[in-house]
């Protein structure tokens, strides 16, 4: 056990930039300098392992992962947690995507299928978040035959409500309008951050989560401290124990500086 903090950072938004597509060099130097004094540094992100291409600058900081919303969390070559999709489920999102037209990542262990009628995977991910991993995916036949932990589909909220009518056995974080990753029940970010509290036998609440979307209210409220970007949303500011500045506003910097200064933290 120690006093020490475990941090936990989503990805896109938070850590990396949606205008650069890079990592603030504020932020590598608080994660470097928090790493220096002992807190360990988790990342905790919707994105599948595969297309975790954008951390390399952190890379050598980092003591494990919570991926995929919490379906899979692992730290070196251990594996932590592993919540797959139930396959009835997978098989009702999979023929409502081709029968109503719209856009689909179906995510395995180390794979993905991608169904993109309307161009809207493509736009996004490879535009908008500079995804180029997608370009390399597999047969949708291929990943139905294994294991699936998450289900990003580009529908709207309201849609999404009657989907998860339909999938009994899935929850819903999204953290994009245009689509929403659907993992298992038992997956999502906060449980991600006790399954790590659980495997490193630390207290959970000597954490603190840092996130901007939807899909990191979990961590938030899980979290010893919860900390929203200037850029989150406003449910998740809502919610969160401290707002700092956006990511491209030195905002990860500040809250770590924040935190040592007004709470007393051994971060």
Not at 210 to 234: E, K, R, W, Y
């Amino acid at each position: 056990m120690t006093d020490k903090y475990a941090l936990f950072f989503d990805i896109d938004g938070t850590l990396v930039s949606f205008n650069t597509h890079q990592i603030p060099q504020s932020t590598i130097r608080a994660l470097t300098d928090a790493k220096a004094n002992g807190a360990q540094i988790y990342i905790a992100t919707g994105r599948p392992p595969m297309i975790i291409s954008n951390l390399g600058a952190i890379e050598h900081l980092i003591d494990g992962y919570i991926t995929i919303n919490g379906a899979l969390c692992y730290i070196g070559k251990e594996l932590v947690c592993y919540h797959p999709i139930p396959h009835q489920d997978v098989i009702t999102c999979v023929q409502d995507s081709q029968e109503k037209g719209y856009g689909l990542i179906v995510v395995g262990r180390d794979k993905a299928a991608v169904l993109d009628p309307t161009g809207s995977v493509d736009r996004v991910f490879r535009q908008y978040l500079n995804v180029k991993e997608f370009d390399h995916t597999s047969p949708l036949e291929e990943l139905l035959n294994q294991d699936v932990l998450q289900l990003t589909a580009f529908f709207d909220a309201d849609y999404e409500k009657q989907m998860l009518q339909r999938m009994p056995n899935c929850v819903s974080g999204r953290w994009h309008p245009e689509f929403t990753d659907i993992t298992a029940r038992e997956a999502d970010k906060g449980k991600g951050i006790q399954a790590i509290a659980r495997y490193k036998d630390f207290d959970p609440s000597h954490t603190i989560a840092f996130g901007d979307g939807g899909n990191d209210l979990s961590m938030i409220l899980q979290a010893g401290i919860g900390v929203a970007m200037g850029n989150a949303t406003p449910e998740l500011k809502q919610h969160a124990d401290y707002i700092t500045d956006p990511v491209d506003e030195d905002g990860i910097l500040n809250a770590i500086n924040h935190l040592l200064l007004h709470n007393g933290k051994s971060i």
